[in-house]
């Protein structure tokens, strides 16, 4: 007898629901009492035992398998679900996913077995833990297969941050972005695309990192930029790196290089004196190497030229400040601007035979200077200290604004053509016109400030002795104004 049941039990095997294991009882014992099969009854069990897929081999149980089930009843602290086992399994509240809908009966899930038998004899599952294996398994299948992973920033920690990817991953602050970011506050709550660098599933270990996917795509990106770049043309790009010779600049997907010769029109001591990584600039591509992939760049061709600036804003004829640079046997040079020289030739330094510059002036010295010429070709400025210094005569002071760098301009018939707002009817500005008029008189201000100091060089140069005029009182500016707007009333009347 002893036998017969035991033969009975291996026969049954675990049941797929209470009425399989019913059927499949009656099977065991048909088959343990060598009942015949013919039998019109049995022959029923064999079809019930058919309808219901329980004739199959069924593997034992375990902890930590993953089960397929029904949810069968929905109670206020757990869950049970007909997985096909003895007893139904029990999902407690707990081992629920908090974000999930709610479970309803009829619902099919898989749940992780966490015991075959808890005090109360019953199969404790587990849905929380198998929705971990999945997103596990989704997650290796994605680092194995080189594919980004989405993930959203859900905390700041020291050194990095914590990203929900399906399960909570660690994002090290170096490999956020292509540079490291020193404030990482701006990234809580942004969705990100990832690559998974290590994963330890035992620990629950995930380290992520969105420089490597910001690299790869960069990389599939790179062949379309090169091809598409062609010398001369203008491209926008951001400073990625800098260093001693010059700085690295991110077209969208290749790095172009700006030697620091081509950083500015003027001399550059370091990089960092133009620009700063992370701002977007204007470059020009010079050159594209596709072979080797290189690419170079000018940042100051973009830049409106020095000297190109200089003609804009001073006409020949004018007079205008600088230093003298350096004394030559022929002459002396005169620094007019950052970058911008010019030469007083030794027959323009005074109206007397000079057989040494250094009778004249020195180096250091501040001089206003007569512009003769600008060859922008050849980049050469021709000047004079005598025809400047000629402007200037000790008994009558005649000041033309225009001469110290006020802007003038004439028809084609050289009329003069009086400023926006200005009546010349009435010799007064109108009424709407206070910011071009104060614009006006700031610019003849300074104009006359550079003639008072002319002046006052010029006469000091030639008396040997300190300067004759002191520096004008801010009345004398107004009435050489006053004086000024009279002059084009009788510019007018004339």
Known sequence: MAEASTRIGRALGPAHSTAALVYRSLRACRQVLNAPGDDEAWRSVDAALDATGSDEIIRPVNDGDTLSGTVV???????????????????????????????????????VVLTTADPQGRLLLSKKRADQERTWDRI???????????????????????????????????????????????????????????????????????????????????????????????????????????????????????????????????????VQVGQEVSVEVTEVDHDRERVSLSYRATQEDPWHEFARENAIGQIVPGTVTKLVPFGVFVRLDDGIEGLVHISELAETHVEQPDQVTRAGAAVFVKVLDIDLRRRRISLSLKQADEAITDDEEYFDPTMYGMAAAYDAEGNYIYPEGFDPETGEWLEGYEAQRDAWEREYEQARLRFDAHTRQVRQRREGGPAAAPPPAESDVGEALAALRERLGADRDG
């Open 73 to 111: 009843r929905v109670d206020k602290g757990e869950v049970l679900v007909d997985v096909g086992y003895t007893a139904d399994g029990v999902i407690p509240s707990r081992e629920l996913p908090r974000e999930a809908a709610p479970l309803a009966v009829g619902d099919r899930v898989e749940a």
């Open 140 to 274: 290796e299948k994605l680092r194995d297969g080189d594919q980004p992973v989405q993930g959203k920033v859900v905390e700041v920690v020291k050194g990095g941050l914590i990203v929900d990817i399906g399960l909570r991953a660690f994002l090290p602050a170096s490999l956020v972005e292509l540079r490291r970011v020193r404030d990482l506050r701006p990234y809580l709550g942004r969705e990100l695309e990832l690559k998974v660098l290590e994963m330890d599933r035992g620990r629950g270990n995930v380290v992520l990192s969105r420089r490597a996917a910001l690299e790869q795509a960069k990389t599939a990106n790179r062949a379309d930029v090169l091809g598409s770049l062609q010398k001369g043309q203008i491209r926008k790009g951001v400073v990625s790196s800098i260093v001693n010779f010059g700085v690295f600049v991110d077209l969208g997907g290749v790095d172009g290089l700006v030697h620091v010769s081509e950083l500015s029109w003027r001399h550059v001591n370091h990089p960092t004196d133009v």
